[in-house]
């Protein structure tokens, strides 16, 4: 009969044992991978170094030396602009999240279920066509001889000066982003436990009570994904207040592309500017990763 020791047990367990084969996952990421690392690491990392350059322009010899560009991004004229950018998207993400609510609920709750799909489809039509086509559309309608004042004098109505306003941004904006968070919503509320709502109901909870105590924390990670994508796309967009609101309206999307392709050609300060939106947006992103997933109360 042959005695085993302790030691020799382990050895045969470890060799026993299935060993992790990296060699598989790591051929599935390469392609992502090098994609992203081309396409997106390399050239973040060289416009952080431009950002850390003052005053240069194209064919100057790049010298990284301070953080002379950051600093200037804190002068009152620049904050206002980021401030206007930050506004613009967190004003747009709260009126998309008030529209889009009530339809993504109807759709999921209560449309017949043979309607869900042409419903859907019926909102991201708008999507097929180009941002730039779409806020013309915008100037056809908001213009001071467009189609809604033209509506509104036959009604006998006063007219509106909505065209290069910050309405007229919000407008655009929102009609842009509302698919987004109209999909998001619905694909949440269309895993809503009902039976939690009946619970709630029997204990005697009125529609209110039910709609935040039970609605809300069921769907919370799906409100806050939808939230932070429209906050997010909403930040870089450049079309929407570049030609619905004017002069007025400078947001930091179009001040980075006049400091890269403008008169000016700050491409240092650009550079900074650019890194600085991505900040915000990897604040919002970590935000969504924290917070997004939570769990509802129970």
Same mark, same amino acid.
């Given at each position: 009969m042959v005695n085993f020791q302790k030691s020799d047990i382990s050895k045969i367990e470890e060799l026993q044992r299935p060993r992790p084969n990296w060699l598989q996952p790591l051929v599935l990421l390469a392609p992502s991978g090098i994609w992203l690392l081309l396409l997106l690491v390399l050239p973040t990392l060289i416009i952080f170094q431009l950002s850390l350059v003052a005053d240069i322009q194209p064919g100057d010899l790049v010298n990284p030396n301070g953080f002379k560009n950051y600093i200037r991004i804190f002068d009152p004229l620049y904050v206002q602009v980021i401030l206007?950018?930050?506004f613009f998207a967190f004003g747009t993400t709260i009126i998309c999240l008030i529209l889009g609510f009530p339809v993504a609920y109807w759709i999921a709750q209560i449309?017949?279920?043979r309607w869900r799909n042409l419903l859907l489809l019926a909102f991201v039509l708008p999507l097929? !066509?180009?941002s730039l086509l779409r806020s013309y559309a915008w100037i056809t309608i908001l213009r001071p001889s467009g189609l809604l004042n033209s509506l509104l004098s036959n009604l006998g109505l006063p007219?509106?000066?909505l065209l290069n306003q910050s309405q007229a941004v919000f407008i655009g904006m929102s009609y842009s982003l509302l698919p987004y968070m109209v999909l998001i919503l619905y694909a949440s509320l269309e895993?809503?436990?009902k039976r939690l709502l009946e619970a709630a109901a029997d204990l005697g909870a009125n529609p209110?009570? !039910?709609?935040?105590q039970v609605t809300v924390p069921q769907i919370f990670p799906g409100i806050a994904a939808a939230s932070m994508l429209v906050f997010i796309t909403g930040l870089g967009d450049f079309v929407d207040p570049e030609l619905l609101g004017g002069a007025s309206s400078m947001t930091a999307a179009r001040l980075v592309y006049n400091q890269f392709l403008g008169a000016t050609q700050n491409w240092g300060f650009g550079s900074a500017l650019s890194m600085t939106l991505i900040l915000l947006v990897s604040i919002a992103i970590a935000l969504l990763i924290k917070f997004g997933e939570a769990a509802p109360k129970r």
């Open positions: 206007r950018s930050l449309a017949p279920q097929w !066509t180009s007219t509106l000066q895993k809503l436990d209110v009570e !039910t709609f935040w």
